[in-house]
Nanobody, 126 residues
Framework: VQLQASGGGLVQDGDSLRLSCAAS????????MGWFRQAPGKEREFVAT????????VYEDSVKGRFTISRDNAKKTVYLQMKTLKPEDTAVYYC????????????????????WGQGTQVTVSS
């Protein structure tokens, strides 16, 4: 599967953005999807993950209540709705995919994902 992330940009503290990640190739509904981010000088960190059918999600603590991951399997797209953005959310955001036979499976570790998008820059100014 190939992944194409989009939707990043420069916003103000407290603004919202929605990131999209469009998949091509493969059967999208076979994949657990995740979002990660990497700030300058820091390691890539987990943001959110969602099961194949979209029924369950997990978030990193600092984004709980502000970010929402969702997916539209018919459109082969996963989204990350980000609200109340903060300067510390500034990073390159990556989407990732991993096939699984388990409908309840989710992955929080970058090493568990085989497929990655190219990243989209999110910059939050104070």
């Amino acid at each position: 599967v190939q992944l194409q992330a989009s939707g990043g940009g420069l916003v103000q503290d407290g603004d919202s953005l929605r990131l999209s990640c469009a998949a091509s190739g493969g059967t999208f509904s076979d994949y657990v999807m995740g979002w990660f981010r990497q700030a300058p000088g820091k390691e890539r960190e987990f943001v959110a993950t969602i099961t194949r059918g979209g029924g369950s999600t997990v978030y990193e603590d600092s984004v709980k209540g502000r970010f929402t991951i969702s997916r539209d399997n018919a459109k082969k797209t996963v989204y990350l709705q980000m609200k109340t953005l903060k300067p510390e959310d500034t990073a390159v955001y990556y989407c990732a995919a991993e096939p699984t036979a388990y409908v309840r499976k989710m992955f929080r570790e970058a090493r568990d994902y085989s497929y990655w998008g190219q990243g989209t820059q999110v910059t939050v100014s104070s």
